[in-house]
C-alpha cells in the first residue's frame, strides 16, 4: 500500500447523508429558517467528510451553500437554461463531446459524489453513458489524429472501479497519436480515499498525467486532501483546480486570496475561475461580470502571478473558454 494513501478507516463513515432533514439535525440547523427544497429532482447528496468540514449553526456556511437544495432554485429566471454551454450539440457519439482543438472530453461516469447545487449539468441526461458508448467514443479518437489530449470527465470519472478506469486509460494508451490524459474530478477534495492501483498505473504511463480538481473554497482543504494530492503528485500528476465563483460561497477578493493559497500549500495551481454557467435553477449563485472583473483586479494585486486563476466564461460555439 502506498503509504501516502488515504486509510480506509473512513469507510464506516462515507454512506452519503441522503436526506436533507438529517443533513440539517447534524448541523444543529431549523430547516424551517432554511427555505429546504426537499423534492429537488436534483437530489441532495454530498459525502460525510464534505459534511464534516461545514460549521454548526450556520445557514450562511460557504460549504452547506453548495450543496443545500433551496426553494429559490424553482424560480424561473429569464436567460437561464437547462443545457446553457450546448453540449448536447457537440456531441459527434454519445459520451464524447469535442468542442476545442486538439483535446475532447470524455463522459466517463454518470455519478458524483457530490451534488453541486450550481452545476451546469445537473439537467444532463446521463443515462445515455454506458460502456458500450465508450467503444464508439474510443473508435471516434483513434480515427480523429487531431486529438492529442483526453479529457476524463463526467459526472466524475473517479466514482468509477479502478479497474475499469484502468482499462479505459490501456485502451488510450495504445492509441499513437495520444500524449496527454486529464482527469476532471471533485472526488480527491470532497472525499479523499486511496487509489492504490490506478495511480501504480499510472506511474508507469507513456501518458503525460494531469489532475485538475474542483474546489472552491480554502474549508474544502483537509489532511485528507493534502494526502490524496500527494499521492497524485507522486504517480507524476500535475494538479492544476478549476473554481466557480459563487455569490455568497467565494465572491470576495480575501476568499479566493485564500484559496489560492491554500491550495498552493497542497502542491496545486489555480487554473481557472469560471464564472457561473446559467443553468436553470442556479440564478441565486451568480455574481456579475463587472463584480467577477473588479474582484479579479484586486486579486492581481495580491497575489503572485502563478496563483492567480484564470477567469473564463464557457460561451456556446466558441472555440475556447472565453477570458473575462
Ligand atoms: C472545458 C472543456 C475542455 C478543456 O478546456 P481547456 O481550456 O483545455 O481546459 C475541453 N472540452 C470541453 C468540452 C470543455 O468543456
Ligand atoms: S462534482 Fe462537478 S459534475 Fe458533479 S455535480 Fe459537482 S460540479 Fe457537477
Redesign the pocket.
Known amino acids: 500500500m502506498n503509504k501516502n494513501s488515504v486509510k480506509s478507516s473512513e469507510t464506516e463513515q462515507t454512506v452519503p447523508i441522503k436526506a436533507t432533514h438529517q443533513l440539517c439535525h447534524q448541523l444543529q440547523l431549523n430547516p424551517a429558517h432554511l427555505r429546504v427544497e426537499a423534492q429537488s429532482p436534483f437530489r441532495f447528496k454530498a459525502p460525510h467528510h464534505f459534511i464534516q468540514q461545514i460549521k454548526n449553526q450556520a445557514p450562511d456556511d460557504p460549504l452547506l451553500l453548495q450543496i443545500l437544495p433551496q426553494t429559490v432554485e424553482n424560480e424561473i429566471i429569464e436567460g437561464f437554461k437547462a443545457d446553457p ?1 450546448g ?1 448536447l450539440a ?1 456531441n459527434p457519439v454519445p459520451s464524447l ?1 469535442h ?2 482543438h486538439g ?3 470524455l463522459m466517463t461516469s454518470p455519478r458524483c459524489d457530490i451534488h453541486c447545487r450550481y452545476c451546469f449539468r445537473r439537467h444532463f441526461p446521463y443515462q445515455q453513458i454506458n460502456q458500450n458508448h465508450w467503444q464508439q467514443a474510443i473508435q471516434q479518437i483513434e480515427q480523429d489524429t487531431s486529438l492529442g489530449e483526453i ?1 476524463l470527465s463526467g459526472g466524475d470519472p473517479l466514482t468509477l472501479a479502478e479497474g475499469q478506469l484502468i482499462k479505459l486509460i490501456q485502451r488510450l494508451e495504445a492509441i499513437d497519436h495520444l500524449t496527454t490524459l486529464r482527469i476532471h474530478s471533485r472526488t480527491p477534495i470532497v472525499k479523499p480515499q486511496a487509489f492504490d492501483q490506478l495511480l501504480a498505473h499510472c506511474a508507469q504511463s507513456r501518458l503525460q498525467k494531469v489532475l485538475v480538481v474542483h474546489c472552491n473554497h480554502p474549508n474544502e482543504l483537509t489532511s485528507k486532501s493534502a494526502q490524496q494530492m500527494q499521492a497524485f503528485r507522486q504517480a507524476g500528476f500535475t494538479l492544476l483546480n478549476q473554481s466557480v465563483l459563487l455569490k455568497g460561497v467565494n465572491d470576495s477578493v480575501e476568499t479566493l486570496q485564500s484559496l489560492s493559497q491554500a491550495l498552493f500549500q497542497q502542491g496545486i495551481l489555480p487554473y ?1 475561475l469560471h464564472q457561473l454557467d446559467r443553468v436553470t435553477g442556479a440564478a441565486h449563485f451568480e455574481v456579475s461580470t463587472h463584480r467577477a472583473q473588479a474582484v479579479m483586479t484586486q486579486l492581481r494585486a495580491l497575489l503572485p502571478g502563478y496563483l492567480v486563476p484564470k477567469l473564463v466564461q ?1 460561451i456556446a460555439g466558441e472555440p ?2 472565453t477570458p473575462l
Do not use: M, Q, T
Open positions: 454551454v453540449d457537440a463531446i468542442k476545442y483535446r475532447a472530453l479529457i481557472y464557457e475556447n473558454k
